[in-house]
Nanobody, 124 residues
Framework: QVQLVESGGGLVQAGGSLTLSCAAS????????MAWFRQAPGKEREFVAG????????TYADSVKGRFTISRDNAKNTVYLQMNSLKPEDTRVYYC?????????????????WGQGTQVTVSS
């Protein structure tokens, strides 16, 4: 069983930066691929970024490529999402997810564990 706790959300002006963190419990973190998803009210949860268990492979949604960076520290059981050049359309609840596999995926259904979410609001 893996428990995930996100932090770092908040209110930021357009063009600003935020770093989200996701702390994972359990002894399997270094074998779990991890990802960030986001969701707006009334919309489906969408993939943002993913990282393999070793951290050697990453992938991003086109909408955030070049602005967001996903990384992980397996010694700290933590995954990060560095978000730069934020836009109002990035306003969402951001969720951390863990997969019971070392291979990254952009498919929501491939992730087994989810955090409670953290709100990111970008003002124009």
């Amino acid at each position: 069983q893996v428990q995930l706790v996100e932090s770092g959300g908040g209110l930021v002006q357009a063009g600003g930066s935020l770093t989200l963190s996701c702390a994972a419990s359990g002894r399997t973190f270094s074998t779990n691929a991890m990802a960030w998803f986001r969701q707006a009210p009334g919309k489906e949860r969408e993939f943002v970024a993913g990282i393999s268990s070793s951290g050697g492979l990453t992938t991003y949604a086109d909408s955030v490529k070049g602005r967001f960076t996903i990384s992980r520290d397996n010694a700290k059981n933590t995954v990060y999402l560095q978000m730069n050049s934020l836009k109002p359309e990035d306003t969402r609840v951001y969720y951390c997810a863990a997969r019971a596999s070392p291979y990254l995926s952009s498919l929501r259904g491939n992730y087994n564990y989810w955090g409670q979410g953290t709100q990111v609001t970008v003002s124009s």
